[in-house]
């Protein structure tokens, strides 16, 4: 199970850090047999990924320009999504997602389709004003 917490609504050019936490895990090495990602909708639109991590590699969405990042507490089974000089567009729901490792649809050039994805929470919404 996925857990999503920290959305607010902020002024522009503020800071936010989502929280994602798993539980259900047998303990912080099953964390490591996962892959996971952050992925966005706003009203009208389709959902897009944000960002994704493995093991050996973090990507990101040409669309967060540097202002985003993934930290992440494998001890804590949690990981967060860092969002940095918020503007209006980036307003959505927020949701986190995750999909184990060795089944063979994670990729590189894919990781943004959701259908690579198994587990999904229910989100948290973020909303920027100027």
């Known amino acids: 199970q996925l857990l999503e917490s920290g959305g607010d609504s902020v002024q522009a050019g503020g800071s936010l850090r989502l929280s994602c936490a798993a539980s259900g895990l047998k303990s912080n090495f099953d964390y490591f047999d996962y892959y996971w990602a952050w992925f966005r909708q706003a009203p009208g639109k389709e959902r897009e990924g944000v960002a994704t991590f493995n093991n050996f590699i973090t990507l990101y969405s040409d669309a967060v320009d540097g202002r985003f990042t993934v930290p992440r507490d494998s001890a804590k089974l949690t990981l967060y999504l860092q969002m940095n000089d918020l503007q209006p567009e980036v307003a959505a729901m927020y949701c986190c997602?995750?999909?184990?490792?060795?089944?063979?649809?994670?990729?590189?050039?894919?990781?943004?389709?959701?259908?690579?994805?198994?587990?999904w929470g229910q989100g948290t919404q973020v909303t920027v004003s100027s």
């Open positions: 997602a995750a999909g184990r490792q060795g089944s063979g649809l994670w990729s590189e050039e894919a990781w943004s389709s959701e259908s690579r994805y198994e587990y």
